[in-house]
């Protein structure tokens, strides 16, 4: 049985004092506040995860408007299952569970669900363009492709019944059977149709323009946050914030955020200021700061250029959905640990300082952790999602009888395993759930252009 210790983090300041803190927002509820909240939740690909070292999520940003909006800090506990978390909160380990738990008879009867209420309904997946499916009834004679024995298959099983037969159902197992890979597909064309929930297939609709999601195959579900029954008076605090029109407009812009903004591939065209010029058989106008720090580190410079060009194509003024900046993608947060300030990350060679630095830590915690040679992958993969995340992959890769010290078909599977919630919540993950495909198609990208490089400039 799967450890289900809840892992621990911690919101190091008051979240009162942040910028965003609303002090003039009048508070109905006179009930006292504890100072710091004990918050109950679940890694997700939508609601709470950890991206290159920061928190973020649809519900991780909402509770965290919350407790600005009253002056307190937060404690977080992540659980690894939902009876775990129920656990907690029923031991008050926890005060609110901020995930979406179910607004069914069952969960009515445990707890009591406070805050905005989402609505999420089953879609089907199909390829955008010509020949798309308006109706359930033209299912008929369709080959659809669900995860065996999930709650997809039991839609679609109740709705052919309901049609009287005739969709050519395809039962899927194992890494394959995952809705992101499901939906890729779909993408590219290998597969004509799936069905998923409406949320993972808004935020797969980030990534992948080609899909449409806007058939109905399933009635509508709705969950929400949740606090113990003995606790009304939290819940009657958390209505009247969700009730703002602060929190309200606060949430929407979360919403697009995290479901609306675009994260497919970077163009491959090449971005650079206007006044910048690319130096006679040179690769970028910032060729000489990458000589200069990759020097510094003991790297080729080609490989500096290269992760250049994979993050933002050569533009200083790029900025990607989960914020990162300038020409090497550096976080905010990470750069300010630096003594960078983010505005100054549009600057190429402050960004191309700040990344040589991170690069430099990560070539040092990853070396000891490959096999010769390969620790570049692990580098570039932990510089892509955070070294978090390549731990887990080699914890996970431990475990389950693969090389932990080799990427290729090892670590870079045990990678990809970080998207289904049977590994990212597995008592050796600390991470939680990644987005495995990003890291791995990130170092053949990188590599794909370094030998490119190598092959057409000097060093």
Not at 60 to 78: H, N, Q, T
Not at 124 to 145: C, K, M, P
Request: aromatic share 10%; hydrophobic share 40%.
């Amino acid at each position: 049985m799967r450890h289900l210790l809840p892992l621990l983090l911690l919101v190091g300041l008051l979240l009162g004092t942040l910028s965003c803190h609303r002090d003039d927002q009048p508070v109905k509820n006179q009930h006292r506040l504890p100072d710091t909240l004990n918050v109950g939740t679940l890694y997700s690909p939508t609601g709470f995860f950890i991206l290159k070292g920061d928190t973020m999520g649809y519900d991780y940003d909402r509770i965290c408007d919350f407790a600005r909006s009253r002056g307190i800090a937060l404690r977080f506990k992540v659980a690894r299952s939902l009876p775990a978390l129920l656990d907690m909160l029923k031991s008050k380990s926890v005060d609110v569970l901020a995930c979406e738990i179910p607004v069914t008879a069952e969960f009515k009867s445990r707890v009591l669900h406070c805050g905005a209420v989402n609505e999420t309904y089953q879609v089907l997946v199909q390829h955008s363009g010509v020949g798309l499916i308006h109706d359930v009834t033209e299912l008929i004679g369709q080959d659809v492709f669900v995860e065996k024995g999930s709650k997809y298959e039991s839609r679609l099983r109740n709705l052919d019944n309901e049609l009287g037969g005739g969709i050519k159902i395809h039962l899927v197992e194992g890494e394959a059977a995952l809705p992101t890979e499901l939906i890729q597909k779909v993408s590219r064309h290998e597969i004509p149709f799936t069905i998923v929930d409406s949320d993972i297939a808004q935020m797969n609709l980030t990534y992948y323009d080609s899909i449409n999601i806007q058939l109905r195959v399933g009635f509508a579900q709705h969950a929400s946050w949740a606090v113990s029954k003995k606790n009304k008076w939290l819940a009657d605090s958390i209505d009247e914030w969700a009730a703002s029109l602060d929190a309200q407009e606060y949430s929407k812009k979360a919403l697009k955020h995290y479901f609306e903004m675009n994260r497919g591939p970077k163009p491959d065209s090449v971005k650079v200021d206007t006044l910048a010029v690319t130096p006679p058989g040179g690769i970028s106008p910032y060729d000489n700061v990458f000589k200069q720090y990759a020097q510094e580190m003991g790297w080729d410079w080609r490989l500096l250029a290269a992760i250049a060009f994979s993050e933002s194509g050569f533009d200083p003024n790029a900025t990607s959905w989960m914020g990162a900046r300038g020409i090497m993608q550096v976080m905010p947060k990470t750069a300010k640990s630096f003594g960078v300030q983010e505005a100054d990350l549009a600057n190429p060679e402050v960004s191309i300082r700040v990344a040589s630095k991170i690069l430099k830590e990560l070539d040092g915690i990853m070396r000891g952790r490959a096999v010769a040679g390969d620790h570049i992958k692990f580098v570039l993969a932990a510089y892509n999602a955070g070294s978090g995340h390549v731990t887990d992959a080699i914890a996970l890769a431990r475990k389950y009888e693969l090389n932990p010290r080799v990427w290729s078909e090892n670590v870079e599977q045990a990678m990809l395993w970080k998207m289904d919630p049977e590994y990212y919540n597995d008592s050796v993950c600390t991470n939680g759930y990644c987005r495995g495909t990003e890291p791995v198609d990130y170092v053949v990208k990188v590599l794909n252009c370094y030998e490119n490089y190598k092959k057409n400039y000097k060093r």
